[in-house]
Nanobody, 127 residues
Framework: QLQLVESGGGLVQPGGSLRLSCAAS????????IGWFRQAPGKEREGVSC????????KYADSVKGRFTISRDNAKNTVYLQMNSLKPEDTAVYYC????????????????????WGKGTLVTVSS
């Protein structure tokens, strides 16, 4: 059974850092792009960052460019999201998700094209 499990969330002060992990089980991540998405209370789920199966293509939302870095370690079957200079507006539940391998690269950051979702990890940025 294909599963994605997020970890690494928590409470952090503004300006702080967290590293989220997305671990896959039941399948090999090598052939899958992975996206990180977030949903704040009362808001729609939005794409934060995504990475192609090879790691050669990465995308970031404008709101996190220069602060967040996505990476993957296929040997560990894990994708990471390093989040620096966190702001209160980054507070949300963060999800990782994967589209089917046949999904075009252009769609890998779009929630409606994701086929597999983790249950999320809460990130709270507050003093």
């Amino acid at each position: 059974q294909l599963q994605l499990v997020e970890s690494g969330g928590g409470l952090v002060q503004p300006g702080g850092s967290l590293r989220l992990s997305c671990a896959a089980s039941g399948f090999t991540l090598d052939y899958y792009a992975i996206g990180w998405f977030r949903q704040a209370p009362g808001k729609e789920r939005e794409g934060v960052s995504c990475i192609s199966s090879s790691g050669g293509i990465t995308k970031y939302a404008d709101s996190v460019k220069g602060r967040f870095t996505i990476s993957r370690d296929n040997a560990k079957n894990t994708v990471y999201l390093q989040m620096n200079s966190l702001k209160p507006e980054d507070t949300a539940v963060y999800y990782c998700a994967a589209p089917k391998p046949s999904t075009p690269v252009q769609a890998m950051c779009v929630p409606r094209f994701m086929d597999y979702w983790g249950k999320g990890t809460l990130v709270t940025v507050s003093s």
